[in-house]
């Protein structure tokens, strides 16, 4: 062969499917969500712009696949077989409900929680140093926070009484994580009743059985499903006469009363990490559980004064966020 022939014969290589500088398929990243679609722009901008910091490139690096729950836990089995038949490279989830149910559909596909109560209470992983299997990802502290939202409550509203707490029976933290709360508020003077509701058509009749008692406050924002509900929970705290506080700060931009949690984006942010690891070829199990570090307290004043409550100043000058 001459030499125009060799040249020839290393383009026509170099141009054929499957050739060695050929660029890899992006990763296929399934993300089982527990909302609804339209309630979920600003979630799917909070995780992209963390995948993007991770240097992850959407279409090039990955491709991202929704599902959506609709609020109904129990959707989440077939929305993992619908996940499965695209064969993702990394199974994202939030909720306790969705991390045990992708456990159970796959042994082998890398699963990422976003921000899970208590993972290592809830049986996900063996510990938080070393989780084992093919799951870990981003806690909450949901369950170390829970009583300090009780106190928060008390020096913003320091005549308040009784707390209601709203729960979902089917999140399996949220009892523990109310058993704090009625601890602290026992040690503070206060009484707290559970009220539950484990899909977006109970949280009404919730509402109307703790309007009879009167609350004070109401605390929430540690399950999914109540988080995809907040702007309709806040509604009807303010129908009621009844101040909302929660561990989510997207609950304050709804208009509840107070909000101390975890960085939602920071949250979402390290997602970006745990994916570029695993898609370099970390396993799971080696890539410890992380725990947020970034914490924040809203005041919501509009809210405030649409209650009819005056917030010390002293409280408000604590706040990272007043939204006015």
């Known amino acids: 062969m001459n030499r125009r022939d060799t040249v020839l ?25 527990e909302a609804a679609a339209l309630d979920s722009a600003d979630y799917l901008a909070l995780l992209r ?15 991202l696949d929704p599902f959506w729950a609709d609020g109904k836990y129990e959707r989440f089995p ?48 063996a510990s938080l140093a070393r989780p084992s ?23 913003a509203l320091p005549k308040a009484k009784r ?7 089917l999140n399996p933290s949220n009892r523990p994580i109310f058993q704090a709360m009625r601890s602290a508020a026992v040690s ?5 009743e559970a009220f539950e509701a484990d899909s977006p058509e109970r949280i009404g009749s919730a509402f109307m059985a703790l309007s009879k008692m009167r609350p004070d406050a109401l605390l929430t924002g540690f399950d999914a499903m109540l988080g995809t509900q907040r702007a309709q929970i806040v509604s009807l ?16 931009n709804a208009g509840a009363l107070i909000c101390f949690g975890a960085l939602r984006g920071a949250i ?16 799971p199990a080696d890539l410890p559980v992380e725990q947020p570090t970034q914490f924040e307290l809203v005041v919501n004043l509009k809210s405030a004064k649409t209650l009819g409550l005056a917030i010390p100043r002293a409280f408000l000058l604590r706040a990272d966020r007043v939204i006015e």
């Open 9 to 33: 014969a290393l383009l026509a290589f170099s141009a054929a499917p499957g050739a060695v500088n050929a660029q890899p398929a992006p990763a296929r990243l399934a993300l089982i969500g």
């Open 268 to 283: 979402l942010g390290r997602v970006g990490f745990y994916v570029k690891r695993i898609l370099a070829g970390a396993k």
């Open 78 to 125: 077939a929305l993992l077989a619908a996940a499965l038949e695209r064969k993702p490279s990394i199974i994202l989830v939030q909720t306790i409900a969705a991390v045990r149910a992708a456990q159970q559909a796959t042994k082998t596909i890398p699963i990422v929680f976003i921000g899970t109560n208590d993972p290592v209470g809830s049986g996900l992983v």
């Open 49 to 63: 712009d963390g995948l993007r910091e991770n240097g992850l490139a959407e279409s090039k690096d990955y491709i």
């Open 133 to 155: 299997g093919n799951t870990t990802g981003m806690a909450t502290m949901n369950d170390d926070r829970a009583a300090k939202l009780v106190e928060l409550v008390r020096e």
């Open 188 to 192: 503070l003077g206060m009484s707290a």
């Open 163 to 169: 707390i209601a707490v709203l729960i979902n029976p």
């Open 237 to 252: 705290g303010l129908a009621h006469k009844v101040p909302v506080a929660a561990t989510n700060s997207a609950y304050a």
